[in-house]
T-cell receptor, first 113, second 115 residues
């Protein structure tokens, strides 16, 4: 069965520094997609970045980049130049065949001023 | 608004009652998903609609849960004989196409509390 593992329940980072949130996945499919979502305390799920299994380049979206290591089955999120507004829960998710998302347990990021 | 809309935002009811949760997806999105999120957990898949039909309902926990999308737009999640364990945030998401790499866009959720 497909599975997403986020091993860091909580992370702290100093404002303006970079931080890496870990995500590993398990699948036997050759074609899959990996997503990262941000969930602030207000509760909405905000799409951040997507990486396809066949994409050769690591995905980037502004301050977000995805460190995709296919052989290791990892898809870590890198946030550069952290801001106070980045404090939130971050979820890694994998798209299964048919489109549904399987989510990890999440990592709570706290940005310190 | 242009986003996914869910109503009500909060619902408190007594054990054994029937509840309906509504989701209005982004206009033009053919795929609609329901998830359930318990406190401190990631969302868990319930059901996925492609158009009017349920393409995958493997996440529905039991036959007390049912969902419809009669015209391929708005969807309603229905829970019969509610139990305290049904308390959670119910999230709805939509995407342009299903089974694709299109990102799913989420609503703000309905927080359901069963007393």
């Amino acid at each position: 069965a497909q599975k997403i593992t986020q091993t860091q329940p909580g992370m702290f980072v100093q404002e303006k520094e970079a931080v890496t949130l870990d995500c590993t996945y398990d699948t036997s499919d050759q074609s899959y997609g990996l997503f990262w979502y941000k969930q602030p305390s207000s509760g909405e799920m905000i799409f951040l970045i997507y990486q396809g299994s066949y994409d050769e380049q690591n995905a980037t979206e502004g301050r977000y980049s995805l460190n995709f290591q296919k052989a290791r089955k990892s898809a870590n999120l890198v946030i550069s130049a952290s801001q106070l507004g980045d404090s939130a829960m971050y979820f890694c998710a994998m798209r299964e065949k048919g489109g549904k998302l399987i989510f990890g347990q999440g990592t709570e990021l706290s940005v310190k001023p | 608004g242009a986003g996914v809309s869910q109503t009500p935002s909060n619902k408190v009811t007594e054990k054994g009652k029937y509840v309906e949760l509504r989701c209005d997806p982004i206009s033009g999105h053919t795929a609609l998903y329901w998830y359930r999120q318990s406190l401190g957990q990631g969302p868990e898949f319930l059901i996925y609609f492609q158009g009017t039909g349920a393409a995958d309902d493997s996440g529905l926990p039991n036959d007390r849960f049912f969902a419809v999308r009669p015209e391929g737009s708005v969807s309603t999640l229905k829970i019969q004989r509610t139990e305290r364990g049904d308390s959670a945030v119910y999230l709805c998401a939509s995407s342009l196409y299903g089974g694709s790499n299109q990102p799913q866009h989420f609503g703000d959720g309905t927080r359901l509390s069963i007393l």
